[in-house]
């Protein structure tokens, strides 16, 4: 699974959709990545009008999985290292 940031928003991280597969299998996928990581909490969804957000943690930083409607599967950091070690487990995989 591939993944990338934008420059006008750099905790905010995208995945890349190569297989056009349905938005709501991705996020099972990437779900199902954190599920086998022992350092990941899954929150509860969180349903919006026109996005899914789950508040997660990982080694006890936060960050939300958004499920938009529009733009697909994002992830949301509050810091640039959680991000990069969350970008390496998904690409891993």
Request: proline share 2%; aromatic share 10%.
């Amino acid at each position: 699974m591939k993944t990338f940031i934008i420059d006008s928003d750099p905790l905010l991280l995208n995945i890349r959709n190569f297989e056009r597969i349905d938005e709501e299998i991705l996020l099972k996928k990437i779900i199902s990545i954190f599920s086998k990581e022992r350092c990941t909490e899954i929150g509860k969804r969180v349903e919006c009008p026109s996005e899914d957000l789950y508040f997660c943690k990982f080694k006890g930083n936060e960050f939300t999985i958004i499920y938009s409607l529009d733009d697909g599967v994002s992830l949301r950091f509050h810091d640039k290292e959680t991000l990069e070690q969350i970008q390496k487990i998904i690409e891993s995989n």
